[in-house]
């Protein structure tokens, strides 16, 4: 199975930050990525697939990158309801596997 | 619209079955996988396993192999998710969602709460 590791799996921000989320998967999985919010009671929300394609509907401050073990989720003016949990998600046509999640909360 | 409405939320005692269900609307039902997500109190999410009600293919997370049933009824556009004997470690929120062939999930159930308790 592969594995994804989040970090920082807290941060504190202000509205108005840049904030960058980090993933990393155990081994290549090439652009099969995901980023989802989940806010408290409510089921996940699709941001970002393919690493870095953005949902329909989704702002545009919230931008994904990276290739091959290393991802990030990029968040670039902080709005008062992207406080939330953050989770990235690889893919493909057999199985998923989340990363641990990382809170974004209010400094 | 796309639509997946679970059941409701369920009290059980330990070694007691289970089972839940997701019902698709809005959506060709056979053209879409159906996963099965677990949060426990607090926790991240957990892949569980899929399935493909097209033709029942089945996709198991080797951590709940062997620990729950997923199937569907096509018929009624509904998915499952069973348990012969709960624990009270199943006590968790279950999620459906959909996604498409190796896409990911772009729709999710609103949830279902367990809760095992003696």
């Known amino acids: 199975d592969i594995q994804m590791t989040q970090s920082p799996s807290t941060v504190s921000a202000s509205v108005g930050d840049r904030v960058t989320i980090t993933c990393r998967a155990s081994?290549?999985?090439?652009?099969?990525l995901a980023w989802y919010q989940q806010k408290p009671g409510k089921a996940p929300k699709l941001l970002i697939y393919?690493?870095?394609s953005l949902e329909s509907g989704v702002p545009s401050r919230f931008s994904g990158s990276g290739s091959g073990t290393e991802f990030t989720l990029t968040i670039s003016s902080l709005q008062p309801d992207d406080f939330a949990t953050y989770y990235c998600?690889?893919?493909?046509?057999?199985?998923?596997?989340f990363g641990q999640g990382t809170e974004l909360e209010i400094k | 619209e796309v639509q997946l409405v679970q059941s409701g939320a369920e009290v059980k005692k330990p070694g007691e079955s289970l089972k839940i269900s997701c019902k698709g609307s809005g959506y060709s039902f056979t053209s879409y996988w159906i996963g099965w997500v677990r949060q426990m109190p607090g926790k991240g999410l957990e892949w569980m396993g899929s399935?493909?009600?097209?033709?029942?293919?089945?996709r198991n997370s080797p951590s709940f192999q062997g620990q729950v049933t997923i199937s569907a009824d096509k018929s009624i556009t509904t998915a499952y998710l069973h348990w012969s004997s709960l624990k009270a470690s199943d006590t968790a929120m279950y999620y459906c969602?959909?996604?498409?062939?190796?896409?990911?999930?772009?729709?999710w159930g609103q949830g279902t709460l367990v809760t095992v308790s003696s």
């Open positions: 399935i493909y009600p097209g033709d029942s293919d089945t």
């Open positions: 969602a959909r996604n498409y062939g190796s896409d990911p999930v772009d729709y």
């Open positions: 998600q690889h893919y493909n046509r057999y199985s998923c596997s």
């Open positions: 081994q290549s999985i090439s652009s099969r």
């Open positions: 393919k690493v870095s």
